[in-house]
């Protein structure tokens, strides 16, 4: 019969292990307490972060068994949000509703952004993806793409372009577009979509990207005219709109923003794992499911490894149109 003989450094190695083990199931059992997690989301109330992030709050409080709190933070293109959620507590009581803008592309257009989306937070899960809208005012004139380009080659410098801040998806949309059609419409940064909407409603500039949810509502009222969607196809939220790809100039224009849920980086694995699961049932139910497609939000679902992957895939592809003095930017 094998005789097994332990070490008293042996004794040391599995005690230590044991006590890491306990640890962990007590991190687990632990969280949450009645005490509320705080959702920060970047952008002001009645915007499509906002929308997302209160369709997912409370059946999320309730499955972890704790209520779930809405913090808008708004500013800076969601980076003043984003820097508030890397300098808190690693503890699981502090989340991000947040999306490329936010964790992935300001910092290459921004060097006072200080935090680094790739390392700074811990990724949760994705939510889903978003096609964007590039609208017209009314009182623009403007009804087609092929409008809009004709008069901005026309007389460069005469169209602008509204987004919820510098460096945000949004502003990516509107340079890629610059970019493949010759282009000089300018960019305006704004704080939110609030303003974008009414400033455009008004006629107060001519373009704006919004995200499908929040434009299609404008849309419908006519207070917006809808000139494209940022996807290669259509979006099934709203078919009736093209896509700005079947514009002949803006062959191959794709873009489109994602949400995604992160804590602070360093969280612990049993939480990130817990939240994972959670949220992953949250999007498969019926209720939630229904609002977030009907508001044009494709939901997905995924593992912090796949969103993990997807934020390094999309630095990538955003350096290639960011400032020439932020290239390096890593």
């Known amino acids: 019969m094998s005789q097994f003989v332990f070490t008293k450094r042996r004794l040391l190695q599995l005690a230590v292990a044991s006590a890491a083990l306990a640890n962990s199931m007590v ?3 632990a969280w949450p307490t009645g005490r509320p997690i705080t959702m ?5 109330a009645g915007g499509s972060a906002d929308m997302i992030a209160r369709t997912i709050a409370e059946p999320l409080g309730k499955r972890l068994g704790t209520p779930v709190v809405i913090e808008n933070v708004s ?3 969601g980076t003043i949000a984003g820097q508030k959620v890397v300098n808190a507590a690693a503890d699981g009581y502090t989340l991000f509703i947040a999306s490329g803008s936010e964790v992935s592309i300001a910092r290459l257009f921004n060097p006072a952004i200080k935090y680094n989306g790739e390392t700074d937070f811990t990724p949760i899960g994705l939510i889903g993806d978003v096609p964007l809208v590039l609208v017209a005012s009314p009182k623009s004139g403007l009804k ?6 004709a008069k901005a080659k026309r007389d460069p410098g005469a169209l602008s372009y509204a987004s919820s801040g510098i460096g945000t998806v949004l502003h990516v949309a509107g340079e890629l577009l610059n970019q493949k059609a010759g282009t000089q419409i300018t960019h305006v940064p704004y704080r939110g979509a609030s303003q974008m909407a009414i400033d455009v409603a008004g006629g107060n500039i001519e373009l704006a990207y919004f995200m499908t949810p929040t434009a299609l509502p404008h849309i419908e009222t006519g207070k917006m005219v809808a000139l494209g969607v940022t996807t290669p196809g259509r979006s099934r939220a709203a078919p009736q709109i093209p896509a700005l790809s079947e514009t002949p100039a803006l062959k191959g224009y794709d873009i489109s923003l994602w949400n995604g849920l992160f804590g602070p980086a360093k969280m612990p694995p049993t939480i ?3 939240l994972n699961k959670e949220l992953n049932e949250v999007l ?3 209720v939630v499911w229904q609002k977030l497609q009907k508001a044009g939000v494709e939901t997905q679902g995924s593992t912090p490894q796949a969103l993990t992957q997807r934020i390094r895939d999309e630095v990538k592809k955003v350096q290639s149109i960011a400032p020439v003095e932020m290239k390096g930017a890593r």
């Open 144 to 149: 087609t793409t092929q409008e809009a380009l």
């Open 75 to 77: 500013g800076a293109g």
């Open 284 to 286: 498969r139910e019926p």
């Open 40 to 44: 920060v989301v970047g952008f002001p």
């Open 272 to 274: 990130t794992a817990r």
């Open 27 to 29: 991190w687990a059992q």
